[in-house]
Every structure is written in C-alpha cells, then in structure tokens.
C-alpha cells in the first residue's frame, strides 16, 4: 500500500540542486508511492538559527507546521535539516509560547524523516532496485552521522545498489568543514579541513563521493572541481535513482 | 625568565580566530604536532572507552551530579567552607581574578617564603597569577613538565590537559639546553623527563611554599582531589610547609561518593587511560602528614555569570578533561593559541566568551562547523553545539545593526513568503550570471564571489545556479508523470 | 614561620558570591531539599563486582603489567621470602617503611628503617619504600593508600625511587565504586590512588616513566 509522502525540498535543494529532488520523487513513485510538494514551503530556518540570528527563524518553524501538517509521512533529502527540525522545534515552539504549536510540532517531527531513514527505518529496505555502475566513496555528514544518528544505514543502501563500487574512505566521520556560514566566516581553517576532506577522497580512486547532504557535497565538489580532479559528488538520492536506462 | 615580557593568552586583546588562525595555519611544524598529539589520544580515549559497557551511564550520571552541584552551588560551597575549616584548613573567596591574585599574593608573603613551587593549574592560567607574583617579587617555579616547557619557552598553554601539545622533541630539547644549561641534551622523550627530574628535585625537596589548583573539591568532607600523572603534584601537596589552592566556584562535587563517577569518566577521557598515575585527595591540614598550613582560595572570576544563563550554564559542568579538544576537527588545524584564551576548542569557545561576559571573545562562537564531535566525548554530556548557537545569538543581539544583520533581516523576509522566496530565486541567477564562467565540460561556474562571500571562491568553485527550481520542474510535470 | 594573616577578610566577597549564586539560581538552596535531590541521582553504572574473585585478582595482575609494574603472589606465610627475593632481584637493601608495618613481612638481612618524621632529603637517601596498602581496584590497576599504620604518611611512598606495595588479596575489588565505598568511613585521611609508576605524556604522547615519584613500582599480593 502506497503512502502519501510529503517532499520538503529544503529552500537550498530547490535552488542549487533541484536534481536531487527529482531523484527523491523518482525513487519513492518507483517504489509505489505517491509524492506531494506543498507549495508554499520554503526554509527549515537552520541558517539563521545557527548563526544566531533566532528571532528570524522563529516563524519558519510555523510556517513548516502548517505546509505540512496533514502529511502522512514528510521526507527532506538533507539531514542537517531534520537536525534543526528535530533537535530545535520543540524548544522554539516553547519559545513562541503557542501551545496548538507545541502540539502540532510534536505530532508532526514523528513523521519527517530523512530520506535515507525514511527508506531504511520507515520502509524497512535496503535494495531500491537501483542502477549505478561506478566507484564511489561515501561521506558521512555530520548531522546524520550524530543528531539522526543515521548509523550504516546509508551504506547499506549503497551496497545494495546493482553495479556499484563502494569504497570506504578514511575518516569517514571527520567533518568535511562546511559548517554553514563557517565556512564564509572562518574560510581559512573551513579549507585546511577541506584539504583534508578531498585528500582522502582521492586516496579512495572514486569517481564520486557521496553523500545525504548537499551542503557537504556542494563544499567538497568546489573543492574538487577547483583543482580540476576529474572527481565529482553525487546525492545519494540520486544514485539510488539509478537505473539500467539512465545514462551518466 | 626574569625581566623578560611574557605574553599571555588574553581575550581582552587576542585577534578574533579567522585572524589567529591565518597565521597558524601556515605553521607546519605547529599542525603536525597538534594533529599527532590528538590522533593519539583519541586512540587510546577510544581504547579504553570501548571497554566500559557501562560508559553511557557514567556520562548520564555525571551530567546529573554536576547539575545537581551547581543548582546547590551555595550550600555545597558552604558545606565545603565548614568541613574544610574543621579540619585546619583557611577558606578565602575571590570575587574575580585580581582579588584571587591580592589574596593568593598575601598568602605566600605571610608564608614567609619568596619563591613558590606551582602545579598546573588552568586556573591560575586564566588570571595569569604568576606574572602577578613575579610583579609582587615572587618567583614561581611550574614544575608540571608541560608548564615547565611553556615556562621555560615563554610561551602559552595551547591544550588543558597537554599544554605544551604544540612542541615536539626537538623544540623541547633546544629550550631545555638553554634554560637548564644542559647543552649535551639528548633529544629523547625519556633524556627530557630525566633532564626535568633533576632539575625539579631540588626545588621540591627546598621551597617552602606550594600553589595548587584543584580538580575537585567535597562538599561532604572538606576534601580536595588532584588529578595528576607525573608526581609532581604529589610533591607540591606534601612536601612545602604551606599549601595554597586556588579554584574556580564550579570544581565542587557534592559527596565523596561522587568521585566514584568522575574518576572513572576524567582519565580515560583525558589521556586515555583507566586511572592516571596519581590521585591525591587530602582534608585540611593532616599532622605529620603535609603542610602545616593550607588555605583554599574559592574564585568565582564571572562564573556566576555563567551560571545565571539558563542555557548556558551547563558550560560549568566541565571537569576540564580535553576530550572535546581532541575531537574538535577545528582544533586539529589549529591548535589551541589560536582561540587566544588559556580555555580552547570546543570548551573555550563557550566558557571564554561567557566569562568575558560576552564583552571579548565574540568571534569564538563562531570558530565551530558544529560538527558534534566534542558533545559525542564530553564525559559530563555538555550540549557543546547548542551552547554554541545560543552565544551566537547572543554576539548577534549584542552588536544589533550590521551589514550581516541586515542581510540576514532580508533573507528572513524572503523564507516568510513563497513569493518572495520565488522572486529571489530568480533575482539570484541574474546577479549571478556575470560571474559565470564554463568549464570544459560546458557547466558554468563561479571563480569569484565578493565580499563575504569571497571566503568561499577562496579555494572553491560555486556551481551557477541551475536554469529551473525544482519547484519549477515539478510545476511543469503536474502531480504526477514526466 | 606563617604570620598570621589578619589582613585578609574575604567575607564581604563571600556574601557577594553567595548572593549571586543564590540571584543566578533563583533563590538558595536548602540542605534537605539538596540531599534529597542527590539520593535521586541516576546511577546506572556499575556498582559492584561482575567477576569472581580469582579472576578480579588475574585482572589486578595484568593491568599492573600494562603500568609496568611487576606483580607477584605469594601465600600467608612466605610474605618475607619473597619480599627478600624481589628486592635482591632489584639490588637493594636500605628501606624506609612506616610505622606498624607487619614485623612478619619484613626478612632479615635488609636495612628497614622506620619513618621519624624524616626530612625530605634525609628520605631521599633511602633505596626504597615498602607498605601495605588500604586496597586495590583491579579493574584499573591501582593501588590506594592512606595515611594509617602500615601505610604511613605521603611523603615517604613518594621520594624514595622505589616502591615495594604489600596487597591482601581480600583487599582488592574489581570496581571504582567498590573502592570508594570501602574508603568512606576514612575518607578524611591523606588518601593516595596508584596507577603505576609516575609517568607523563608531555613530548609527543609518547609515556615516559618515572618523571617525579617512584620510577619502580613492586606489588606482593598477599593470600
């Protein structure tokens, strides 16, 4: 029985990747479910709100509440934006002292899920009749590594995929330095962990390193495609969007 | 080391952290020796964490004890005044670190000694208590080998717990045979510990006088507990005829029973080993048994300011292991000088600009991916990250107008409406398109961004935007097919 | 000698800091309320022995290894024998121990001397030290002393170069909070926690023995 998922495409997807959101959409109608985008969504609140600017990302979190509150399950291909949701709204829903809020927001965060954990806890699988016929190296991004505590299971996922090469990198758990506006604000020490981020990419040989952010993704390619490595990233939404037909 | 201006790590006047650590990344020697010293223990932490089945609930209990500690703050300092007292020892209280050095100076004159044999101590790093001695004509002598090391280099601590973590062998070979005139010195750790020994012994087995700080202080008894590895500490408790310990309000524990719980979670997430060497705990003066007098110098030097943040007070539940400094990804590149506080990493991004009372150390919030690390080791679960993003908010709400604060004001606006959302998405990819470069493969990319955003082209290319949103895509494809 | 130090009057920073304590946690705290509150404590933490007593000592014996610290047995009745054995195997002779050491351990042929109070560099002229001991924790190798007798005062298990620490096997918990329970009664006495021989990791994490305190650390577990 199919299921009503939400997309919430977060506000940086949506404009920088929207491959990865379509990837999302083509994986869970593969797998027989029905995809809804409400259209008014537009940000988690996670930049303001790290950067310390709280009072502009309190309304977000009601704007979400509303986008998305007859969702029947909500699925975000970006983990540091559950991170916030999860790890935030309850309090900032305090904060905004409105107790419907309160409420709504507890009922909700239950049924958002990252999109990996959204197929291997929620679905229960591991093979999604993916495609993907090359050597990749796989990331993990801080916020799903430690606040989703996402464990092995994009790995798992990956291994599952037909055709691929999976390479473990070293260090895999280092953060990779993008850290947000760290990564403008502090731009020197942001590179030095950079560097060593790429480093032990290139050391795996892969053709792509992946991962569940594209935030993560988006820093290590600027890297990568600055030094003309021949590297590239890929979400992990879409190489499990690949199939035998599709062409890279 | 008389006569020569020491510099001293002061939030008040060190650069902001992207400045402090421009300069230290180009220091090779400096990130070999920081990455090394702190892959090593996280190693053996790992080690010896793995073999505790019963590790998370160690942390849990010792989150809960030191809240506990600090929500009672002024009965278990009270309990500890008393116990302390009937058991011989003196119990002062320092409003701030210039009192705490009046007092500390006092002490040692009335001792009748002007030299001082000293244990390291952050704290009495954070008031820079020795260079008021010296001024006072006291000398202090660190016999800690890492503070010996920074003495004698006239340098800074730069770890909490590995304070000289920064040197190698080699540099702590060339200040030894200058400063112990020991020119044949061989460069082995073992040569270097063996040349420290010596040099030690003498002082140990002379001065009068001993500075300590404390790892922990019992309510219930009136008891200190130092933590230490080398003996040094041990010599400093008991050999000198008077003691004088000096320690922040925040290092009581409510029983003895406690211990149980700290020393069980500070070794292993310090140095990575099941017990350090030496534990000294002692209760006011002992006959035949220690000094003759010892007086406890209780500081508190703005941490009850700390204390009345609801959100970040949790910074005090710190028992000053490193952990969070090891793991930091941060402070890997680093190391420690570059937060221009005696507290760095993780724990220094928050305590430093919280004891500053937000006034210095602004930019130490901000010197953190908020990759977690730190909250995954801290034996005493201080929720680093979220500590983090609360004195950002409060930096933010302090400086008030800003060209950042105006920006930030305007993309709030634009998240709070779909409209404007999609009208800046738009108005984006046209600023954007001068700046637009294709590569070989014909994807367009940015080389240079300007302003404050110029941090990012620095050593990455940023990706043009893509022609179409996917709320675009997904308009045109209806609710469902291609 | 000490004057006395009339000058220094901090109460009124003591009434200060109270209060500010008592404004930043909103009211003062009461001492039932707070032991109340204490007994509340989550400890879900090992508080007792999980292994059998043969297997807790094993365990005390290889993590005094891992220290480098050299660790025998011996039975009730040969205590002095092998404390002969393991200082001629070390080449020394001139001892200083404490008062109310068991004269059983001690065998003949040896300059045991016992503590008067010795000035530090009078101990400093000794080869060794040999005590007993208030305990062991197996679980991390450590030894704890106290100042009783048998055990004596601090200074003289810390500046002779060697230590020789006599255990009784009922004496040693496999647990930290075993240990800590055991020291309650006493917990107001100069208490020392060994974990082998002094040691620091200051030059390039590598651990190097024997900075200040003993270099060598020899422990005779007692049946």
Redesign the interface.
């Known amino acids: 029985m199919g299921l009503r998922v939400a997309l919430f495409i977060t506000c940086y997807n949506d404009t920088l990747f929207p491959e990865t959101g379509k990837a999302v959409v083509k994986v869970l109608e593969r797998l027989g479910h029905t995809v809804e985008f409400p259209a008014g969504q537009t940000c988690c609140g996670q930049m303001h709100w790290n950067t310390g600017y709280q009072a502009e990302a309190l309304p977000l979190v009601g704007r979400f509440a509303e986008q998305f509150r007859n969702a029947e399950a909500v699925v975000v291909p970006s983990s540091s934006c559950v991170a916030m949701m999860r790890d935030h709204y309850p309090k900032m829903a305090e904060e905004i002292g409105d107790q419907k809020l309160i409420t709504e927001v507890a009922e909700l965060l239950p049924r958002v899920y990252e999109f990996s954990e959204f197929l291997t806890k929620r679905l229960q699988l591991e093979d999604v009749g993916a495609y993907y016929p090359h050597r990749v190296t796989y990331h993990a991004s801080c916020h799903g590594l430690r606040n989703l505590g996402l464990g092995d299971g994009p790995q798992r996922l990956l291994r599952a995929v037909k055709g691929i090469d999976l390479i473990q990198i070293d260090h895999m758990e280092q953060c990779c330095g993008f850290g947000g506006t760290f990564a403008v604000k502090n731009a020197d020490v942001s590179s030095a962990m950079l560097a060593e981020k790429t480093t032990a990419v290139l050391n795996t040989g892969a053709e792509a390193c992946t991962a569940c952010d594209n935030s993560c993704l988006m820093h290590i390619q600027g890297a990568l495609h600055r030094q003309r490595t021949g590297v590239r990233t890929v979400h992990l939404a879409e190489i499990l969007a690949g199939n035998e037909e599709a062409t890279q | 080391m008389s006569g020569t201006t020491e510099t001293v790590l002061d939030p008040k006047t060190s650069p902001a952290?992207?400045i402090a650590?421009?300069s230290v990344?180009e220091d090779t020697q400096l990130r070999k020796?920081v990455r090394?010293?702190t892959e090593?223990?996280q190693a053996k932490r790992a080690r010896v964490v793995g073999e505790m089945?019963?590790w998370q609930?160690?942390r849990?209990?010792g989150r809960?004890?030191r809240e506990?500690a600090?929500?009672?703050?002024?009965?278990?300092?009270?309990?500890f005044e008393r116990n302390c007292t009937r058991?011989g020892g003196?119990v002062?209280?320092?409003?701030d670190g210039e009192?705490a050095k009046r007092?500390v100076t006092?002490?040692v004159k009335?001792?009748?000694s002007n030299e001082v044999i000293k244990i390291k101590s952050m704290t009495t790093e954070e008031i820079h208590l020795n260079q008021s001695l010296e001024a006072a004509g006291l000398r202090a002598y660190e016999?800690?080998?890492?503070e010996l090391?920074i003495q004698f280099g006239h340098d800074q601590p730069s770890h909490i717990v590995?304070?000289?973590?920064h040197k190698?062998?080699q540099q702590?070979r060339e200040i030894f045979q200058r400063e112990m005139n020991l020119p044949e010195l061989g460069d082995k750790?073992?040569d270097?510990?063996d040349a420290?020994?010596r040099f030690?012994?003498e002082k140990?087995?002379r001065v009068k006088t001993a500075v300590s700080g404390a790892n922990f202080l019992?309510a219930?008894?009136?008891?200190v507990c130092i933590v230490e590895?080398?003996?040094?500490g041990?010599?400093c408790?008991?050999?000198p005829?008077?003691l004088i310990t000096i320690a922040g309000?925040d290092k009581v524990l409510?029983?003895?029973?406690d211990?149980?719980?700290m020393?069980?979670l500070l070794?292993r997430s310090a140095?990575g080993?099941?017990?350090?060497?030496?534990?000294?705990?002692?209760?006011?003066v002992?006959e035949?048994?220690?000094p003759?007098?010892f007086h406890v110098v209780?500081m508190?030097n703005a941490r009850?300011?700390v204390?009345?943040d609801a959100e970040g007070?949790q910074t005090l539940n710190c028992i000053r292991c490193g952990a969070c400094q090891n793991a930091c990804?941060?402070y890997r590149?680093?190391g420690g000088h570059a937060y221009g506080s005696v507290y760095a990493g993780p724990i220094g991004a928050i305590l430093t600009p919280q004891l500053q009372q937000m006034h210095h150390a602004q930019s130490l919030?901000?010197?953190?991916?908020?990759?977690?690390?730190c909250?995954?080791v801290c034996p005493v679960k201080i929720n680093i990250p979220?500590v983090l993003?609360h004195?950002?908010?409060?930096?933010?709400?302090q400086k008030g107008l800003s060209a950042e604060?105006l920006a930030?004001?305007v993309?709030?606006a634009?998240?709070?409406?779909?409209k404007r959302?999609r009208a800046a998405?738009r108005l984006?990819r046209i600023a954007e398109a001068p700046l637009v470069h294709k590569?070989g493969q014909g994807e367009g990319?940015i080389?240079w961004l300007p302003g404050?955003?110029?941090?990012?082209t620095?050593?990455?290319?940023?990706?043009e935007?893509?022609k179409?949103?996917?709320?675009?895509?997904?308009?045109k494809r209806g609710?469902r097919g291609n | 000698m000490a004057t006395e130090i009339s000058t220094i009057d901090s109460s009124a920073a003591r009434t200060e800091i109270l209060h500010r304590i008592r404004e930043a946690n909103g009211g003062s705290a009461d001492g039932d309320h707070a032991a109340t509150q204490w007994g509340s404590i989550e400890r879900s933490y090992r508080r007792w022995a999980t292994r059998p007593p043969a297997e807790v000592i094993e365990l005390l014996e290889d993590r005094l290894r891992d220290y480098d610290a050299h660790a025998v047995h011996t039975a009730a009745g040969d205590v002095a024998a092998t404390v002969a054995k393991m200082l001629i195997d070390r080449g020394l002779s001139r001892m200083v121990i404490p008062d109310g050491l068991d004269a059983a351990w001690m065998p003949p042929g040896f300059d045991f001397v016992v503590d008067q109070g010795f000035h530090a560099s009078q101990l400093d002229g000794f080869e060794g030290v040999m005590t007993g001991a208030t305990l062991a924790i197996a679980e991390t190798g450590t030894v704890v002393l106290q100042n009783v007798p048998g055990q004596g005062r601090r200074a003289i298990s810390l500046i002779p170069d060697y230590h020789l620490c006599l255990v009784q096997v009922q004496d040693v918990v496999e647990t930290v909070p075993e240990a800590l329970k055991r020291l309650g009664t006493t917990a107001c006495l100069p208490t020392t926690f060994f974990s082998g021989p002094s040691a620091t990791a200051d030059i390039e994490m590598t651990r190097i023995k024997g900075v200040h305190g003993p270099r060598f650390l020899d422990v005779i577990l007692m049946h």
């Open positions: 952290f992207p650590a421009r990344l020796n090394h010293a090593v223990i089945p019963d609930a160690l849990e209990s809960q004890i506990h600090m929500a009672n703050l002024d009965h278990y300092l009270e309990e058991a003196k002062h209280w320092a409003r009192e007092i006092a002490l009335a001792s009748g016999t800690d080998l890492a090391i590995v304070p000289a973590l190698n062998r702590i750790p073992q270097l510990a420290a020994r030690l012994r140990f087995l019992i219930e008894t009136g008891g590895s080398e003996g040094n041990r010599m408790l008991t050999l005829e008077t309000i409510p029983r003895f029973q211990l149980e719980v020393l069980q070794p140095t080993e099941r017990m350090n060497p030496y534990n000294s705990i002692w209760t006011g002992h035949n048994d220690g003759r007098t209780l508190d009850t300011e204390l009345a007070r990804p941060v590149q680093t919030p901000y010197a953190s991916s908020l990759c977690g690390a909250y995954e979220e993003i004195l950002r908010n409060k930096v933010v709400v604060a930030m004001k993309m709030g634009i998240f709070r409406s779909e959302f998405q984006g590569d990319w080389g404050l955003l110029g941090g990012w620095q050593v990455r290319d940023l990706k935007m893509p179409e949103t996917f709320r675009d895509w997904w308009e609710s």
